[in-house]
C-alpha cells in the first residue's frame, strides 16, 4: 500500500493518560484515550482513539476542554485491553446517534487474561479484555456499528490503519505482557496480535503514528507505518509503549532504534514506564514530551 495521500491538518488531544498533570482539574486514570481531529480541505473528521477504562473521566476532561462527545464521528480501538476499551459503551451513550462506526481488530471480543500477579486477586485468571457493560450487544443497542479489520487500509485519504504488525525488530519479537487468550476451546500464550495503530500523513510534516499500548513493539510500528505508506519522515510517535516491565537492554535499544528511524519528537507516557521515559527522555532531549491529561499534539499547518 503506497501512495496513501495526506491531510491538511492534525490535532491530537490527550483527552485521558494516567497522569493528569500538575496543578490541573483534569481525572487521570491507568488508560489513554485521544481525540484526533483530522482536517482535509474544508472537511474535519474526529476519531476517538481508545475509550480509557471507563467514560466518566473522559467525559470529565472534555467538558474542561471544552469538547462535546456528540462531535465524535467515529471510536478507533488500539486493542482489547480494559483500560483501552472500558468506556467504549459509555461513550456511545455520550454520542448519542446510531450507526457511529467502531473500528477494532477481529480479536477485540475474543477472552484475554492476565495471570501470576504479585497481588494475590490476580492469582487466578483475571479477564482484561473487554469487561462489564462492553458486550456486543451494548455497543450496537447504544449506536455503535462494529467494524472488525485486521489488515492494512486507508480510512480516509492520508489516515492509514495498519492493520497487525510484523513483529520485525528481534528484541521486539515477543510482548512485555504475560497474557493468556482463548484460541479452539484452548487457553494459550497471547502474542496480542490485535494490537493495531493509526499513522496520518500530514502534507509537508509526514506521519505521526498513534499507538495505544504499542505490545506490537513501537520499533515495529513505526517501521510499518513506514513501509505500508511509503513516507519515509515520521515526526512523531505518540502513545504508550509499554516498557514498564521490558529490560534494561530492551528499552535502551527502543530509544536508539528510535533515533535511527529519524522519529523527529516522541510523546509517550501511560505504559511506558519511568525508566523507559527517562531512556527515551535522554536521547530525544526537547523533543521528548511526557503525556498528561489534555497535552495538545498539532501539525505545523
Known amino acids: 500500500m503506497a501512495n496513501i495521500g495526506e491531510i491538511d ?3 491530537v488531544t490527550t483527552v485521558l493518560e494516567d497522569y493528569a498533570g500538575y496543578n490541573t482539574s483534569f481525572w487521570g486514570q491507568h488508560g489513554v484515550s485521544f481525540l484526533i481531529d483530522v482536517t482535509l480541505g474544508n472537511t474535519t473528521k474526529r476519531i476517538l482513539f481508545d475509550t480509557g477504562q471507563s467514560a466518566e473521566p473522559i467525559v470529565h476532561n ?12 467515529m471510536i478507533a480501538i488500539s486493542h482489547c485491553h480494559f483500560d483501552h ?16 462506526p467502531v473500528l477494532a481488530h477481529p480479536g477485540l471480543l475474543g477472552r484475554h487474561f492476565i495471570m501470576g500477579m504479585p497481588d494475590p486477586k490476580y492469582w487466578l485468571m483475571s479477564e482484561i479484555g473487554m469487561i462489564r457493560e ?5 455497543v450496537k443497542k447504544y449506536g455503535g456499528y462494529l467494524t472488525l479489520v485486521a489488515r492494512p487500509f486507508e480510512l480516509m485519504p492520508g489516515v492509514l490503519w495498519t492493520g497487525e504488525v510484523d513483529r520485525v525488530t528481534d528484541f521486539e519479537k515477543t510482548v512485555t505482557l504475560a497474557t493468556r487468550t482463548v484460541r479452539q476451546g484452548e487457553v494459550v500464550d497471547d502474542q ?3 494490537d493495531i495503530s493509526l499513522a496520518i500523513n500530514v502534507r509537508d510534516e509526514g506521519l505521526f503514528v498513534i499507538s495505544g499500548c504499542s505490545h506490537a513493539g513501537i520499533v515495529n510500528i513505526v517501521k510499518q507505518s513506514v513501509k505500508l505508506s511509503q513516507v519515509e519522515k515520521v515526526s512523531a510517535a505518540i502513545g504508550g509503549f509499554h516498557l514498564i516491565d521490558a529490560s534494561q537492554d530492551r ?4 530509544a536508539t532504534a528510535l533515533k535511527d528511524l529519524g522519529v523527529q519528537k516522541v510523546y509517550t507516557g501511560h505504559c511506558t514506564g519511568f525508566e523507559a521515559e527517562m531512556a527515551i527522555c535522554s536521547e530525544f532531549k526537547e523533543d521528548f514530551v511526557k503525556l498528561q491529561c489534555g497535552t495538545v499534539i498539532r501539525s505545523h499547518v
Do not use: A, F, H, S
Open 9 to 11: 491538518k492534525l490535532v
Open 62 to 73: 472534555m467538558r474542561i476542554l471544552g469538547i462535546d462527545p456528540k462531535t465524535i464521528d
Open 85 to 100: 476499551t472500558g468506556g467504549l459503551v459509555g461513550m456511545l451513550k455520550e454520542i448519542r446517534r446510531q450507526d457511529v
Open 134 to 138: 462492553n458486550t456486543e450487544q451494548n
Open 192 to 194: 496480542i496480535l490485535d
Open 251 to 254: 528499552i535502551r535499544k527502543t
